[in-house]
């Protein structure tokens, strides 16, 4: 049976490769929102519109909603108001009372109802029935050069954000009362779907990225002259099986931002390096603990493979 995990995913730092700023420096700044699917908020369920026995494994989708918790702040959350080519920008793990850069899930396995697990039976061997999938944790970044919106209009683009982002999520998700006709059910995660495809990660941005235009404008923030400019935005997962297989899950992106020429085709005009990693291990369950001595210091990154040298207790009997 797949074990609960804790869990912890943080961005550690931005390494600024190329301004978007031609003259001066950046004003970068970050919105986050991590998420979790596992078995605190959903099951695996057996749903359709025809009985049981036309039903078959693909017809198994999750039901419920996801963990959402969005990051804090908008302009300048990132303690920093110049940013040049070659400079590195740590990520503050918190913000005032909320996260920022780093968060915590405990992460458990979902579980199969009955009725899961007698149309699994149909092709599993019984001794290999299923009681519950892998569960996901997951972090979404979009990161930002403030120029002239307002600090208001930033802030309502970013409530915009984490409203429409934690809306289409739940979208893959099965909510009860919703449709369970079979073409409303295509996009939904589950046995045959296990996560989400480039194109259903291409709608969402689309889609988030369009409620956020909308409420900067309607809140009066906006300006169309020298704008703020947002970077491509990034999406980082992990799930059980993965970090059973290896604790950490490095995450280390390019984050783009593209603007169009004359001829209206993008090209990238800056570049940030992203990096940080996702954790989880079993509670209790191995005798050791993850410490992160250094992050809140805001430290240089390691310029090479961390070292250790361990010496058996019973070496130290004659000293």
Known sequence: MTPTLETLVSLDRLHCHTTAELVGSDEPYLWTAFVKVDGDTLVLDLIGDRPDDELTVNDLFLRGRCSFVAGSGSHGNLGVSDVDE??????????????????????????????????????????????????TVAVVVVLAEENSFSDAGAEAG???????????????????????????????????KRELSPEDKARVKAKVGEAVKDAIISSGGASVIDPDEFFDAQFFSADSAQLIKDAVQEIYAYLQLFRETQSHEPVVVAVYKLSGDILGIEPDGVGYESLRRSHEYGTPAASGAPTALVIPARALRGL
Do not use: C, M, W, Y
């Open 158 to 192: 970013h409530a915009a954000f984490r409203a429409a982002l934690e809306r289409e999520i739940n979208d893959f998700l099965f909510q009860d009362g919703g449709s369970t006709a079979k073409e409303d059910l295509k996009d939904n995660l589950g046995f045959a």
């Open 86 to 135: 070659g400079e590195d920008v740590a990520i503050p793990s918190t913000l005032g009372e909320g996260p920022l850069g780093e968060f915590g899930f405990t992460l458990k396995p979902i579980p199969l109802t009955d009725r899961a697990k007698q149309k699994a039976a149909e092709i599993f061997p019984p001794e290999d029935v299923p009681d519950s999938v892998d569960g």
